[in-house]
């Protein structure tokens, strides 16, 4: 994160990092809000030693914003949208639980709610969980958000218990040569669907 902030680019870190219930098997994902230029991203990650070991342009569903992907290890990965985010896809991070690098220097946690639909409450000790599952405005008070977002998760993930993860809409791998915008480019110019968010997001 201070690699990306040296460079001005301001993220979050969000989901477990920021809960503070973390695991050895918790990933370590940093997020970009506002669509920044790809290359000042890698350009402040090699600058400071960081390896970019895969680079991915993911769209979750035909509607859902473009996302550049930057793995950097196993389990650590830096990401950012290729287009403008629309207020529901920015609170989905404040959903899960987002803190700045400063509030990760002073060691804030704050409360989200995972996978499960559980919401994770730090406690000075440790933290408290509990289902939102009817409790669903009570738990977009507490996180600051809107009670749109938390039915359109409970939806997604209760959906997805039901019928199994059923993969994302588009997955693209870019080769060293290729940089995002490029590809994003190409993907548009050969699908509808990646034409049309593109186009809702500049309005």
């Known amino acids: 994160m201070e690699a990306l902030e040296s460079l001005n680019l301001r993220c979050i870190a969000h989901g477990s990092i920021a809960r503070g219930d973390v695991t050895e098997k918790?990933?370590?994902?940093?997020?970009?809000?506002?669509?920044?230029?790809?290359?000042?991203?890698?350009?402040?990650?090699?600058?400071?030693?960081?390896?970019?070991?895969?680079?991915?342009?993911?769209?979750?569903?035909?509607?859902?914003?473009?996302?550049?992907?930057?793995?950097?290890?196993?389990?650590?990965?830096?990401?950012?949208?290729?287009?403008?985010?629309?207020?529901?896809?920015?609170?989905?991070?404040?959903f899960g639980g987002e803190i700045s690098l400063e509030e990760l220097k002073r060691n804030i946690?704050?409360?989200?709610?995972?996978?499960?639909?559980?919401?994770?409450?730090?406690?000075?000790?440790?933290?408290?969980?509990?289902?939102?599952i009817g409790r669903e405005e009570y738990a977009a008070r507490l996180l600051g958000v809107s009670v749109d977002i938390v039915w359109d998760r409970v939806k997604a993930l209760t959906r997805r218990d039901e019928i199994g993860r059923t993969?994302?809409?588009?997955?693209?791998?870019?080769?060293p040569e290729e940089s995002f915008e490029l590809v994003l480019k190409r993907l548009a110019d050969k699908n509808p669907a990646v034409r049309r968010r593109m186009k809702a997001s500049e309005k």
Request: aromatic share 8%; no cysteine; glycine share 4%.
């Open 109 to 132: 946690r704050v409360p989200g709610v995972d996978k499960r639909l559980m919401l994770i409450e730090p406690t000075a000790d440790g933290h408290i969980e509990s289902s939102i």
């Open 26 to 94: 918790s990933d370590v994902d940093i997020f970009i809000p506002s669509p920044p230029s790809s290359f000042m991203v890698e350009t402040a990650l090699e600058q400071n030693g960081m390896p970019i070991n895969r680079r991915i342009i993911v769209q979750a569903t035909p509607s859902y914003a473009i996302k550049a992907y930057i793995e950097i290890e196993e389990n650590v990965s830096v990401s950012f949208p290729l287009v403008k985010l629309r207020p529901l896809e920015r609170e989905f991070y404040k």
């Open 167 to 175: 993969g994302v809409f588009l997955e693209r791998e870019l080769s």
